[in-house]
């Protein structure tokens, strides 16, 4: 069995979580890549949960977000 629970869901960009948003603006900005968030095809974001070992073992999740342009597939994290 796995240790983690995942969940992905395909999501407008704008409803990614905005730490994820805030993100990938600042490395499009760092990297003057442009509007290249304009025109976003697809874009999704998974949330992986570890399954707990133990009684006092604390919940680890973890969030992952990709969009897909026409010219760009740009992947994001957040834990």
């Keep these: 069995m796995s240790e983690w629970k995942h969940r992905t869901k395909e999501i407008p960009f704008e409803s990614l979580p905005s730490p994820m948003v805030s993100s990938i603006n600042h490395h499009i900005e760092q990297h003057n890549l442009g509007p290249i968030v304009s025109d976003v095809?697809?874009?999704?974001?998974?949330?992986?949960?570890?399954?707990?070992?133990?009684?006092?073992?604390?919940?680890?999740?973890?969030?992952?977000?990709?969009?897909?342009?026409?010219?760009?597939?740009?992947?994001?994290p957040r834990s």
């Design 41 to 76: 095809l697809m874009c999704i974001q998974t949330d992986s949960e570890k399954v707990k070992k133990s009684l006092f073992g604390g919940a680890e999740i973890v969030q992952v977000g990709a969009a897909l342009t026409p010219r760009w597939l740009l992947c994001f």
